[in-house]
């Protein structure tokens, strides 16, 4: 028995922003009336992107513009996308060199930093084993013992060599293939954020399917209220709620992409030490912090080392905090999240 599901929702749910009924409209035909926030969706990377800005300044030739930045980033970083500066580096592994732009060579050094940083937990070369499974498309299902075995050996970060004078990037090995997926995203929100930052825009809510950016606070200057997802219910359904100005939340979880056979939950999270979805105690982490495209990265390394060393790892970084949710249904947050997170649903506990 095979049952596929993909989930593209919200993961961190935006709670009472402004109490607005007034959503906008799509792009090229935002209302001249005075009703916040004004919003736009894009598709990119897989994924619906909603902005919401609280400014009436904001006309459809920004959205425009914003649509621009995602579709250049989209055609250098998405690794399925034919052409892409991805693909081409891909396509050349084992072959020669592939220069890049500025902007991938940038996503890819940082991309490999963290992999350094967490023990190969976070690993951008994680492409074959991202292929073999197949999740997130209509052909997910799971390999053989000898494809998982064939894959992992394509895995390491480790061989990736970059040239920082010509700015190319080179795998070693025929077959490897980088893959910015946990990574990309955050970078995009970061980028749109700086864009609504130049534009003079300081109040705006930056969702890329779960990846949440809180630009400033609320026209009335208080704070932005967001749900954490309860990892357990349907989406919107929340088990808390953070409080926060000027800052991104990223969250990664068993529940966002996955697909099921034979009775077994198979989630995209890849470990690149076995090659099966990461099993350990926990059902999501949350990341808190100022960057987005570094929330990405550390939530994804954050859930594969786990509850203790992941907590480790967040606590070791001076800017982020961090809320992780066990499957029995404990929550634990770092030390800075103390008192800016309230738990609402009494069916899970917070420990210290």
């Not at 951008?124 to 997130?136: A, C, D, F, K, N």
């Amino acid at each position: 028995m095979f049952r596929y599901r993909r989930c593209l929702g919200i993961i961190v749910i935006i709670l009472a922003l402004l109490g607005s009924t007034g959503c906008g409209a799509q792009a090229g035909s935002i209302e001249s009336e005075s009703r916040l926030p004004i919003s736009d969706h894009y598709f990119i990377f897989d994924t619906i992107v909603n902005l919401r800005v609280y400014d009436e300044r904001i006309t459809p030739e920004h959205f425009a513009e914003m649509k621009e930045l995602l579709d250049g980033i989209d055609g250098k970083m998405n690794r399925l996308r034919e052409g892409s500066e991805l693909d081409r580096v891909n396509q050349n592994a084992g072959r020669s060199p592939t220069p890049v732009s500025d902007e991938t060579y940038r996503i890819v050094s940082t991309a490999l930093q963290y992999a350094a940083a967490s023990g190969g937990h976070f690993d951008p070369t994680v492409g074959p084993l991202v292929e073999l499974w197949g999740i997130g498309s209509e052909s997910a299902a799971v390999p053989d013992q000898q494809q998982l075995a064939d894959a992992l050996q394509l895995i390491d970060y480790t061989s990736v060599s970059l040239d920082e004078s010509s700015h190319s990037i080179s795998l070693p090995q025929a077959g490897m293939s980088l893959d910015l997926g946990a990574i990309a995203k955050g970078y995009a929100a970061d980028v749109l954020a700086a864009y609504l930052k130049e534009q003079g825009f300081e109040s705006a809510i930056i969702d890329l399917g779960g990846n949440i950016l809180a630009l400033g606070a609320k026209p009335d200057g208080s704070s932005w209220s967001i749900g954490v997802q309860d990892p357990e219910q349907a989406r919107g359904q929340h088990l808390g709620v953070l409080k926060v100005k000027d800052k991104t939340i990223v969250t990664s979880g068993v529940y966002e992409r996955f697909f099921e056979e034979q009775g077994k939950v198979y989630h995209h999270i890849l470990s690149p030490f076995d090659g099966y979805p990461v099993d350990n105690d926990l059902q999501s982490v949350t990341i808190v912090t100022e960057g987005s495209m570094d929330a990405d990265a550390m939530s994804t390394a954050a859930f594969s080392l786990g509850m203790q060393e992941g907590r480790k790892f967040i606590e070791r970084l001076e800017t982020a905090e961090a809320i992780f949710v066990t499957k029995n249904r404990e929550i634990y947050v770092t030390s800075g999240l103390k008192q800016g997170f309230q738990l609402t649903n009494d069916t899970y506990r917070l420990m210290n």
